[in-house]
């Protein structure tokens, strides 16, 4: 069988609309090759390439000028979502008010009225802004799931966005559907956050009714030499909190923990090692690890619950 003609750069590494082909000189033949295949239709794409979220957003959004948005948009910017969100196979496209909801198998169709600001160009899709798709989640995702995402934003190394942008960018979104909820995550939201186990733990501490603890604030020694930045402290009673994911594993890494550890420990500090293990509520009712061990940590330091307050009569 001969082989069929290469194709033109342009149309090699990304799926391309008919009309696209055919500017390109592409016969009808040509894209019945067997070396092409059919994403949606409309559209054609190297049978090489693999089906990812990204090829699949490509193609529809080619074909029909839809932008990746809600959780799709949420997924190409590396937001930490529930399992059951990110095992959807459904694509959410949105197009401008005025145009009708897409109505195809596997798309998920939303009309919004976008500023220019909230619409990033990629190098191969349009997706909706990183504040903007934060915002959008808040009419799909639990309270704290909307946190994490929010912690995600605005954290530590590359954040998405500031404070500042984001207070700016709810102001002007006052009454909108999901303000409200957004507004709630808000005022939980912190900056520089370095996962979503971090929040995690934050917002299950508070939950149970701990101090919140702060967020990687470096750590000294009394000489002033810097020891570490601590996943979440407690300054004033000296409990430093670090929880270890899975990269924490590895040999190198298990020995680099223990030095950070023990430099902490011989500063004066108490250490709180947490895993997934610690989250874990083990039957309807218990109490996570995670709290026992840190409420047990912070008592260790002369720290008291404040006594609850007695009802009026």
Known sequence: MRRPPELPEALRHRPFTLEQARSAGLTP????????????????????????????????GAVTGAIASHLSAALLWGFPLPLACQNRD????????????????GVIGHQLDL???EITAGRHVQCT??????FDLAGMLELEDLVAAGDFLLRRRNPLSTLAELDGFLAAKAAKPGYRKAMR?????????????ETEVRLMLRRYGLPEPAINVPMFDETGRWIQDPDM???????AIQYDGAHHTSAVQRRSDIFRDENAREAGWRVVVLTQADLDVLAPGMEPRAVTRVRKALMERDW???????RRR
Do not use: F, M, Q
């Open 29 to 60: 033949r040509r894209l019945r090759a067997g070396d092409l295949v059919r994403p949606c239709t409309g559209a054609r794409v190297s049978a090489a390439a693999e089906e990812t979220l990204l090829l699949r957003v490509a193609a529809v």
């Open 185 to 197: 995550a808000r005022v939980l939201l912190r900056a520089n956050t370095d996962s979503a186990k």
């Open 233 to 239: 402290s407690y300054e004033r009673e000296k409990v």
């Open 129 to 134: 802004s990183a504040l903007r798709t934060w």
């Open 90 to 105: 459904e694509i959410h496209l949105t197009l401008p008010v005025g145009r009708r909801a897409l109505r195809r198998t």
């Open 115 to 117: 500023e220019p600001a």
């Open 304 to 310: 008291a619950p404040e006594p609850a307050r007695r």
